[in-house]
């Protein structure tokens, strides 16, 4: 909480320093006979206006968020409660320790694409009325933004944050744990700053305030987006090439008759345009139909802002260049023809092979890559669907903001579990697939400056029997009749202890505060994070519900059987009404909301295969334009050959060596590019799938078949054509 003052303080560069407050979220608010849950609150200090650009409707923003219990709403959150009212001056309800706030501002709409989300602005000094610590330099309760001055270099200042922190926690670690901050760092423990860049926020692949960022698959997306681009080039540039041969008798007869190779270049290039120009305005009218979709797909909010005029400038722009750079070859070809022999119908189209060739290995190449890169999250997410947990997140209901039941939260629970078909009910302050933050938890007996970083997890007697959570030793909180707080680690925690006798350790300073919490039992590993991570270290604290003073209660987890799911819900909804008439009963389903830490890999999976879909009917559109171009290069040879006895088999085959010939080259070079992609791709999980062999055979063979499909009806057509239509003005 002080860095941002003392940051100001210490480096001149620094001209503000703002601290955001991101996570208070999922709160009810209040205005009359409207009331909405809330996910987007911030709450900051007031020179926040002077650090970002919000801009105010109505307000002052100079004192906007001065007094403690201020507050400033959006425009859309304005509509939402006050309609036509004007809000200033008037109140919402929030429940939560600030209770009643007074709207002292109302600022525009931030665009969905900024990395904040924010609906209300709360005044940090807000925190008062729980007697917040600002002082406390172990607190990192906060995320602190720094506007620099335009002369200063990040660079030279984060290379002076040893030095800031040094002099800020010297005093703290000295009277804390009678430690110099470099004592502590010889030690091991370690406390570091770092600058990041706003524009680098937004997209950055570290876990950021609560929100992880998508810059691998942003990137991915744009390499395949340009991708494809390059494949839609070269089939234009074959496909022109082979349409344009109809053509050769219009080229020679202008050319006889004075037409100039300027001229026909020109022409050729600018068809070529007009064709994408033609392109562009029917994938305009596409990306209008499918981008409602993509976005769904995505969970983005993207659109075309036409009135963009480095928009409009830089498609029209993309435009020429694409069919500059794909009509460049054809016009080129056949702005050259020899007169002569295009009268003749004798055209020939010089080339390197080598050429050609490496178009068809680079087309399938890619097709390879996409396919198994989608066979492989897909396994992968199939992998972590299926995996054990370590509980059971089937058939539970999970119930929030359960401290609104106040003293009524053991009646309530009583009541359910009457209900024949509820197992049992369990009160916790987060549930797996949730945040879980890290703590210091101090043992007895260990260095008084030792805290080893442990998540905990604060629930009920009954937590173990509604998530089926295993004990390999030790006891429940339930075998404990005294109403005293008791701990029981995870198998991870143990073993970062590295103690003989853990059952006999004592938690005198952690999460609950400064209290002696007896250690009782030891749970089997289980998975309350993503799978990105290893299971941490966990200490599960017994929550007493009856003397739940700071509201730790968050959610109750209610375990069905399955038999009457909707008549289950129904009687927990009537007796909601009972005990809590004032809010409204709002739930989920634990194994839903678990497996939103998969959404980002099943957004992968669906977008892949699209693209894979798109790539293969790209290259395969490539591989007839080039079977087209040989055939009609090689008429006269069909009609020969079968003149003197060829079967179709021989003349398919000689049709098809040459191109089918790198089918297989492809595949091999696409599988180890794509096992290289993949493999570094599964890095990034604790707990990964295998990149078996036959994924690598089931995407070659896919591709095979589909390259074999494509050329094999126009193999059978040049093949079946009467040899005396082709020879007879030989």
């Given amino acids: 909480p002080p860095t941002g003052p003392a940051l100001k303080e210490f480096f001149p560069e620094v001209e503000e320093a703002v601290r955001l407050c991101l996570w208070l979220n999922d709160v009810l608010v209040t205005k009359g006979e409207r009331q909405y849950t809330e996910n987007n609150i911030i709450a900051a200090d007031s020179n926040i206006f002077r ?45 939560h320790f600030f209770s009643e706030c007074k709207i002292t501002g109302v600022i525009r709409d931030l665009p969905d694409n900024s990395h904040l989300k924010m609906d209300l602005l709360l005044s940090l000094s807000s925190f008062k009325a729980i007697n917040f610590d600002f002082n406390h330099w172990a607190n990192h309760t906060f995320s602190t933004y720094v506007l620099l001055d335009k002369k200063s270099a990040s660079h030279e200042i984060e290379g002076r944050l040893p030095q800031f922190v040094q002099k800020n926690l010297d005093p703290y670690l000295l009277q804390k744990y009678q430690k110099s901050y ?67 008798r219009e080229v020679g007869i202008r050319k006889a008759t004075g037409g100039r190779s300027p001229h026909l270049f020109q022409q050729f290039l600018i068809e070529s345009i007009l064709m994408v120009f033609i392109g562009l305005f029917v994938a305009l009218g596409l990306v209008e139909i499918l981008m409602p979709i993509f976005n769904t797909l995505t969970q983005q909010h993207l659109a075309l802002e036409y009135s963009n005029p480095w928009l409009v400038l830089g498609l029209l722009g993309f435009a020429v260049t694409l069919g500059l750079l794909s009509g460049a ?15 003749k119908g004798n055209t020939l189209v010089k080339g390197n092979p080598w050429f050609r060739n490496s178009l068809v290995i680079f087309q ?43 003293e009524n939260k053991a009646a309530f629970k009583n009541e359910l579990v009457k209900h024949g078909g509820i197992v049992s009910a369990s009160y916790t302050e987060t549930t797996p697939g949730r945040n879980f933050d890290g ?47 008791k701990a029981i680690l995870n198998e991870t925690a143990v073993k970062l202890l590295n103690e003989k006798n853990p059952l006999e350790q004592t938690i005198d300073r952690g999460t609950l505060g400064d209290q002696n919490v007896d250690v009782i039992g030891i749970a089997k590993d289980f998975h ?76 992968m999976t669906q977008v892949y295969t699209i693209f894979s879909v798109i790539s ?12 087209s171009f040989f055939a009609s290069k090689r008429t006269k040879e069909i009609g020969i050959r079968k003149i003197v006895g060829a079967s179709f088999i021989d003349i398919a085959a000689i049709l098809s060596r040459d191109l089918m010939k790198w089918v297989p080259a492809s595949i091999g070079i696409g ?60």
């Fill in 51 to 95: 650090v970002f650009t919000l801009p105010f409707v109505s307000g002052n923003p100079e004192s906007a968020l001065k007094e403690p219990n201020s507050i400033v709403i959006t425009e859309k959150t304005a509509q939402k409660y006050f309609g036509k009212e004007n809000p200033l001056g008037q109140t919402l309800h929030f429940e």
């Fill in 182 to 248: 470099a004592e502590m760092y010889q030690g091991g423990n370690k406390y570091e700053l770092f600058l990041m860049p706003l524009k680098d926020v937004h997209l950055s692949t570290m876990l950021f305030e609560n929100r992880e960022g998508k810059r691998t698959l942003t990137y991915a997306l744009g390499a395949i987006g340009l991708i494809i681009i390059i494949m839609v080039c070269i089939n234009y540039t074959n496909l022109a090439t082979v349409l344009t041969f109809s053509r050769a």
């Fill in 329 to 343: 070859y054809p016009a080129i070809t056949f702005s050259t023809f020899n007169p002569i022999s295009a009268l």
């Fill in 364 to 406: 399938f190449t890619i097709c390879i890559v996409m396919l198994v890169s989608t066979l492989v999250v897909y396994k992968q997410l199939k992998f972590m669907n299926e995996k054990s947990l370590g509980f059971k997140k089937d058939q539970i209901l999970v119930i929030k903001r359960s401290y609104t039941l106040k």
């Fill in 439 to 485: 703590h210091g938890q101090h043992f007895a007996g260990t260095p008084i400056d030792k805290f080893e970083t442990i998540f905990p997890l604060i629930a009920d007697e009954d937590i173990f029997q509604t998530l089926d959570i295993k004990l390999v030793a030790g006891k429940e909180f339930k075998d404990e009749k005294a109403k005293v707080e």
């Fill in 528 to 603: 309350f994070k993503s799978f990105h991570y290893s299971i941490e270290p966990l200490v599960i604290y017994s929550l007493d519900i009856e003397n739940d003073e700071q509201n730790r209660a968050n959610f109750l987890l209610v375990k069905m059987n399955g038999t009457n799911v909707p008549a289950a819900l129904e009687y927990i909804q009537n007796t909601w009404k009972k005990f809590a008439p004032a809010y409204p009963l709002e739930y989920s389903f634990l194994d839903a909301d678990f497996n939103r830490l998969f959404e980002r890999e099943q957004t």
């Fill in 616 to 627: 293969i009917s790209i290259a395969c559109l490539g591989l007839l334009g080039l079977t």
């Fill in 671 to 730: 599988s180890a590019l794509a096992w290289y992609l993949m493999y570094h791709w599964l890095q990034n999980f604790a707990y990964q799938t295998e990149l078996n062999w036959w994924l690598f055979l089931l995407a070659g063979t896919c591709l095979m078949l589909m390259a074999i499909l494509t050329v094999s009806w126009h193999l059978a057509k040049a093949a079946n054509r009467n040899p005396v239509e082709t020879l007879r003005y030989e």
